[in-house]
């Protein structure tokens, strides 16, 4: 069953703009193709607040990427008149819009389909990204650290992102594919 059966990323009602609409029934239905990505429901957040006045978005839509149990990433789309913001929440908690001024936040304007469909486009190829799980036994213990794997940028360590592994454990004992889901 599709991520989205009868429903939407955010209630269409709850647009109060007609781009939004269109934005959030576009990227509703590319969402709907997501299941590959071992994505739930539960993963799926969006808020509209109506705002047409920058700094803030009149509309959020964030997506969070669980492996293993584990928060790794946090995407959004921030609507803002005008202008669209893409990228990824550093801080993982969707309580702060997008600076637009961060390297790797993609800025999208103009017809809301072709909006929504580059803002899809940009999600589904950081969905796709393989993430790997490398695992080092030490004594009773089993290090384990997440990367990215065609950049190798570590995401987290022992399920947190601030956990201490140490440095020099040589040659990880075990890779993972750890994601997508195969």
């Known amino acids: 069953m599709s991520l989205f059966h009868d429903e939407f990323w955010i209630p269409l009602e709850e647009c109060s703009e007609d781009d939004d609409v269109v934005v959030v029934a576009e990227l509703t239905r590319r969402a709907r193709g997501w ?32 492996v293993d149990d584990i ?8 609507v803002y008149p005008g202008l ?9 908690t969707f309580e702060y819009a997008l600076n637009p001024n961060d390297e790797g ?11 929504a469909d580059a803002a899809a486009d ?13 695992e080092w036994d030490v004594r009773d213990f089993c290090y384990r650290r997440w990367y990215l794997s065609d950049t190798q940028t570590a995401l987290c360590a022992d399920g947190r992102i601030f956990r201490f592994v140490p440095e020099d ?12 889901p195969h």
């Not at 799926?44 to 978005?57: C, I």
């Not at 936040?105 to 072709?114: A, E, K, R």
């Not at 040659?171 to 993972?176: L, S, T, V």
Request: hydrophobic share 40%; proline share 7%; aromatic share 8%.
């Open 35 to 66: 299941d590959r990505f071992g994505l739930s429901k539960d993963d799926f957040r969006g808020l509209h607040n109506g705002s047409l006045h920058a700094p803030e978005p009149r509309m959020y839509l964030g997506l969070d990427l669980v």
């Open 71 to 78: 928060l790794m990433r946090t995407f959004r789309v921030d």
């Open 84 to 92: 669209t913001l893409v990228g990824e929440d550093a801080t993982d």
């Open 122 to 134: 940009w999600l589904e190829r950081e969905l796709a990204r393989v993430i790997e799980r490398r």
């Open 169 to 180: 454990l040589g040659p990880p004992d075990r890779i993972i594919l750890a994601h997508p």
């Open 105 to 115: 936040v993609l800025h999208l304007s103009g017809f809301p389909s072709y909006v």
